[in-house]
């Protein structure tokens, strides 16, 4: 018999009907269907489709296990073949024990150090594979592993209506993505981790437009204008406030507590880097009773995206050379990084014939290829910090219904999320006082403008003028927390880091070395 070894949490845990088991929740017709209810659908409605939610199924038969997953694999499922049956788990670390050993993957350091995330189906362990976002997994009995493609963000066709029919469109998704919503919230604390940007403050709006009561917003960091400008947003909306001041946390030795270290082990879990943003704000809101036990945090990911954030930033090329163009975009955190090695990974994960759906002077390959490896082992992941201190989540922003029709927005009017702000602003924003002057917009478009440009000359500046400007714009309060990493990394026999564009590259190696990934 194969071995299955299911954790779950106490936020989201596993059911199971015979040879079927569960874990997560999705809508149907706006019905919500979880634990026994979302097995029996899937089981008498067996088919590849996606459905609206986030969830992992899997079935065994005597011949193959088969996965399906939701659109960003946020149960990702770990699975290795020993001794002749396949082991299974949702917890990497718990095949690592099943296994004994740990046999690093020393062929994936360099994407892992540059981007916080490990490519394809690959983890830090070379003998230990995962499921994947877009695909479902076949694994046969005789040790094999088939992949089925299952969804993708490639755009085929486009709509012909103007923008003002589309924003009229946008914003009944917005209405039914709202009610959706709320219907999974079911009375609980909803608990909005509220920036200055429109995203977070989309959700706000939305339950206060739906006339939802039992909201908590909360922003942490350093005092900035972000700050200001979420506080003046929930006063305005009557919400409940509070700011979590990460310059006045005691961190000291953080590093070496207990609950720390078993969140970078839950949180990292061999493939991705662990979040350290929110990590001290939820900890704050828990440890001193600020929300109830049952509350529902909403996160704004990634309504920007799908607005069209990275359009101009990454879509928008007529490239030949796609892993190459990937690698310079997405992977780099240090400044000197083997490009090769990384081209020659990326290479290797995705089908080149795919990646030249060039429309026009955009190639929607890009979008869809950052959905299925960075948002969703990067960005959508870093959600785990909520259900590690026992809260659900929602992502009201990725409902599936919202996702496919952003997808055949044309581009000139997803370029400067042009179709997606103006639907926020008109609808949302000035009917409820949340949109405080037309420069917010033309700052959208400068800062989309301004990353496009740092981005082409980042490798031009000296270091030690890149490492100033990231610690004057460090309203995280990242570099504190990252060096204390790097003292225990030198204590430890490593050389300093040096030439790293982002704070993040000291996480990764930290962890990295955490896992033992460096012993010989």
């Known amino acids: 018999m194969h071995k299955l070894i299911l954790k779950g ?29 979302a097995i029996d659908y899937l089981i008498k409605n067996e088919t590849q489709k996606l459905e609206n939610g986030i969830y992992s199924l ?27 049956k396949w082991v ?33 189906n ?6 230990i594979h995962k499921t994947r976002s877009g695909k479902i997994t076949i694994l046969k009995s005789n040790g094999n592993v088939d992949f089925i493609p299952q969804w993708d963000y490639i755009q085929r066709e486009t709509y012909s209506e103007n923008i003002e029919k589309l924003k009229t469109k946008s914003f009944d998704i917005f209405e039914s993505t709202a009610k959706r919503m709320i219907s999974f919230l079911n009375g609980r604390t909803a608990v909005v981790p509220l920036s200055g940007g429109f995203d977070s403050r989309l959700i706000a709006s939305l339950l206060k437009k739906h006339n939802y009561k039992d909201v908590i917003c909360f922003t942490y960091g350093k005092p900035n204008q972000e700050v200001d400008i979420s506080r003046k947003v929930a006063k305005t909306l009557g919400y409940k406030w509070y700011f979590i001041d990460y310059t006045k946390l005691k961190i000291a030795d953080f590093n070496k507590d207990p609950d720390f270290l078993k969140y970078i082990d839950f949180a990292g879990n061999g493939y991705s880097m662990p979040y350290l943003q929110e990590y001290f704000a939820v900890n ?42 990937i690698a310079k975009k997405y992977f780099f955190f240090f400044e000197n990084k083997d490009n090769k090695s990384l081209e020659k990974s990326i290479s290797s994960n995705i089908d080149i014939k795919a990646s030249t759906h060039q429309n026009g002077d955009y190639n929607s390959f890009i979008e ?31 409902d599936l219904e919202l996702l496919l029709f952003y997808r055949n927005v044309p581009y000139p009017l997803r370029a400067e999320k042009n179709l997606y702000d103006h639907t926020l602003i008109e609808f949302y924003f000035k009917p409820l006082d949340v949109y405080y002057d037309d420069d917010e917009l033309s700052k959208t478009k400068t800062y989309i403008i301004y990353q496009r440009l740092k981005d082409s000359l980042r490798h031009f500046f000296p270091w030690s003028y890149v490492k100033k400007r990231m610690t004057q714009n460090d309203w995280i309060n990242y570099s504190q927390f990252c060096s204390i990493l790097e003292n225990e990394l030198s204590q430890n026999g490593f050389n300093k880091l040096k030439r790293y564009k982002l704070f993040n ?13 460096y012993n010989s």
């Open 9 to 37: 949490n106490k936020a989201f845990n596993w059911s199971n009907n015979g040879n079927h088991h569960l874990i997560g929740m999705f809508f149907k017709d706006n019905v919500l269907l979880q634990e026994e209810k």
């Open 58 to 84: 899997i079935s065994i038969t005597e011949s193959e296990i088969t996965i399906k997953c939701d659109s960003i694999n946020y149960f990702p499922i770990f699975y290795t073949f020993l001794n002749s």
């Open 88 to 120: 299974l788990s949702d917890s990497w670390e718990e095949i690592i024990r099943v296994k004994e050993n740990f046999a690093p993957n020393t062929m994936v350091e360099t994407e892992f150090i540059n981007a916080g995330f490990v490519l394809g």
């Open 122 to 127: 690959n983890t830090l362990d070379k003998d």
């Open 284 to 325: 704050e809101l828990k440890t001193k009773g600020l929300i109830p036990e049952n509350s529902v945090f909403l996160p704004g990911h990634s309504g920007d995206f799908i607005g069209g954030s990275y359009v101009l930033k990454s879509a928008k090329t007529n490239t030949k050379n796609i892993p190459a163009y």
């Open 368 to 398: 869809d290829w950052d959905i299925k490896e960075k948002l969703s082992k990067f960005i959508f992941h870093s959600s785990v910090v909520f259900n590690y201190f026992d809260y659900q989540h929602y992502f009201p922003l990725w």
């Open 505 to 517: 590259a000291v996480i990764c190696k930290w962890y990295l070395y955490k896992k033992g990934f």
